[in-house]
């Protein structure tokens, strides 16, 4: 069926219902997806609205300043202002050091697999191997938190217990642990990564002679640094707010120690001690899980930033 409209003088063009309704259609489609768009940005204002308002709160406390909340070497939250201790850097401490671990064990791993998989890895191999490796990612991570305790742990025990005190709960068997699980996400980013670098670059460095390793590790890794940088960094703000990993099997003593195999308490299983405590609405130890929310997130904003500027200043445009 066909309707006709003009403007003006002269004939009327005819215009299809079918492609009127499809306009339609599509204007209804950008309306959806702007309201979905809107409703991401205005639930990340919501919520960081919220946790910096409870933060404030915190630190509205008399006795309870923000320098003395970041520069403090003693976390004892739970005595109340007269009796408390309110200084945050053992549970920063305890988390840049799992989170050091975690990279250690992590990133090695990720690149050599990556590097294995686009470079070395037959077609059928790389269509087998990928999947599975990316079935890591989806292991549920208090698994992955018993599995440290209950495996990680005594093997460390066994191996070092002679020459060195192992704690039950420590940080080396967490970040260990939660090293193997963002392994997937660096290989996955970074091998797709270099697999984006052209052909004719690899064909050029073997036409001058350049073997397999020299191409890959002085070639095809640097034209795909920007990728991997990404990948890195997104392993990074995961490692960095994982939670049951390091609330199982790192322990809930704040204690400022660089040693990894001491006992330790995480910023988020600090958040998860107090939450399974009961804390009351309005109460010292409710107020303080903002505050070391907000310091999280700030850490992991500030990190984000930083490799977005890298990324954007190293990024090759092929």
């Known amino acids: 069926m066909t309707s006709y409209q003009g403007v003006g003088p002269g004939p009327r063009a005819p215009v299809s219902l079918e492609a009127s309704s499809r306009r339609i259609g599509e204007k209804a489609i950008i309306v959806v997806l702007w309201v979905c768009a809107a409703i991401s940005i205005l639930t990340t204002v ?31 939250p739970f005595g109340g202002v007269e009796q408390g201790r309110f200084g945050v850097l053992p549970l920063v401490a305890g988390t840049l050091l799992v989170t050091v671990i975690a990279l250690i064990v992590a990133v090695p791993l990720g ?19 990928k999947p599975t490796l990316e079935v890591l990612a989806g292991v549920p991570t208090v698994v992955l938190g018993y599995f440290a305790l209950t495996f990680m742990t005594p093997l460390l025990r066994a191996t070092f217990g002679l020459a060195l005190d192992v704690s039950i709960f420590n940080a080396a068997s967490a970040g260990i642990v939660m090293g193997i699980m963002i392994v997937p996400t660096i290989a996955s980013l970074s091998e797709d990564a270099m697999s984006a670098v052209p052909t004719a670059l ?66 988020t299983a600090y958040i998860v001690q107090a ?27 500030t990190i984000n930033l930083i490799a977005a500027r890298f990324v954007r200043r190293y990024r090759e445009a092929y």
């Open 111 to 129: 690149l050599a697999s990556a590097a294995y998989l686009s470079e070395y890895a037959p077609q059928r191999t790389r269509r087998l191997l």
């Open 202 to 267: 690899r064909e050029g460095a073997y036409g001058l002679g350049s073997s397999k390793r020299h191409v890959v590790t002085r070639v095809v890794m640097p034209a795909a640094l920007s990728g991997i940088v990404a990948a890195v960094i997104l392993a990074l703000g995961r490692a960095i707010g994982e939670t049951m990993i390091v609330a199982i099997a790192a322990g809930n003593l704040p204690n400022l120690t660089y040693n990894p195999f001491d006992q330790i308490q995480a910023m």
């Open 275 to 301: 939450v399974q405590g009961e804390a009351p609405r309005g109460s010292l130890t409710y107020q303080s899980i903002f505050a070391v929310g907000a310091l999280l997130f700030v850490m992991t904003l």
């Open 46 to 76: 919501g919520i960081v609205v919220i946790l910096f308002t409870e933060a404030a709160t915190f630190f509205g406390n008399e006795g309870i300043t923000i320098s003395g909340f970041l520069s403090g070497t003693e976390w004892r």
